[in-house]
């Protein structure tokens, strides 16, 4: 009898343990499954171009050309294909700086995919193939200064660099230290959340997007780039008159890191350009 108990009590408690690794399982499978999202829908319209050395008005002649010529011909659509549909990026390396040397000095901060990324030592993005040929168009020799963004401007404001490829939107505070080019492409600003967060599920327009964002409060936090259009949208920039969001404004140094606090639990919502956040998403949940 006592043997017969003692296989009931063995079997009750396999029976239980199993149950309980298989919920611990599905808890795993649950939080595994959230992942981010991005909102489909413009907040903002702004527009990309490349910060030119002031003191160098002939370079700026130069890229203006350059620019002109990479649109009309269709190497700009080329380029972008690599990032935005089937084709190959196309790795760019730097050169060492050398004063003794012709070299073009370029500004970037390589955390805004598709725009200008590394991967080991290569450069990749849309700014850096543009950088490749320009370069081979002014038949100069390449360097990219990889720098945090808020120094990109003013590198080449203080004539540490002749250029800024860096996704830059065009707007007047900049204009204070760099030259802009002519516009190469348009952007925006969209809104990134996490795939269980249906608040947004309805809006179809911006204005319905905005209504819900000012609902948020001071104990919401928003994550966004540093020195980029993103935080000058959630705290607000006369120049550009963005009223600001009611959210508590939180940086980061790449759009990567503030999309994965949010997926953490730490912040509530990314607000970034468009192009990065749809290259930051499909990155961080494919490790999801």
Avoid: H
């Avoid at 408690?13 to 499978?29: H, P």
């Avoid at 040397?101 to 993005?125: C, H, M, R, S, W």
């Amino acid at each position: 009898m006592k043997k017969l108990i003692s296989i009931m009590l063995v079997f009750v408690l396999s029976t239980v343990m199993l149950c309980a690794c298989g919920s611990e399982g599905t808890g795993d499978s649950d939080k595994a499954s959230v992942t981010a999202k991005v909102i489909d829908i413009d907040l903002t319209e702004e527009e990309y171009a490349f910060g030119v050395d002031k003191s160098q008005p002939e370079l700026l002649e130069q890229v203006n050309e350059f620019v002109k010529e990479i649109k009309e011909n269709g190497t700009l659509d080329a380029i972008c294909d690599k990032y935005f549909g089937d084709g190959e990026p196309e790795a760019v390396v730097s050169a060492k700086r050398d004063n003794s040397k012709d070299q073009l000095i370029v500004a970037t901060n390589a955390a805004f995919e598709p725009f200008e990324y590394t991967e080991g030592d290569n450069y990749y993005g849309i700014d850096m193939e543009i950088a490749k040929l320009l370069a081979e168009k002014l038949g100069k020799e390449l360097v990219i200064e990889n720098m945090e963004f808020d120094a990109v401007c003013l590198s080449v404001g203080q004539q540490k660099c002749d250029i800024a490829m860096a996704g830059l939107t065009i707007k007047p505070d900049r204009e204070e230290y760099v030259a802009f080019s002519e516009s190469y492409y348009s952007a925006s600003q969209r809104l990134i959340v996490r795939s269980d967060d249906t608040t947004f599920d309805e809006c179809k327009d911006a204005d319905s997007v905005v209504a819900l964002l000012n609902e948020l409060t001071e104990a919401d936090s928003i994550g966004v780039q540093a020195g980029t259009t993103g935080q000058f949208y959630v705290e607000g920039d006369a120049d550009w008159e963005f009223d600001g969001l009611p959210a508590t404004c939180k940086t980061y140094k790449n759009g990567s890191l503030a999309v994965q606090d949010m997926l953490n639990g730490n912040i509530k919502y990314v607000i970034i350009d468009a192009a990065p956040a749809a290259a930051i998403t499909s990155a961080i949940n494919e490790m999801q």
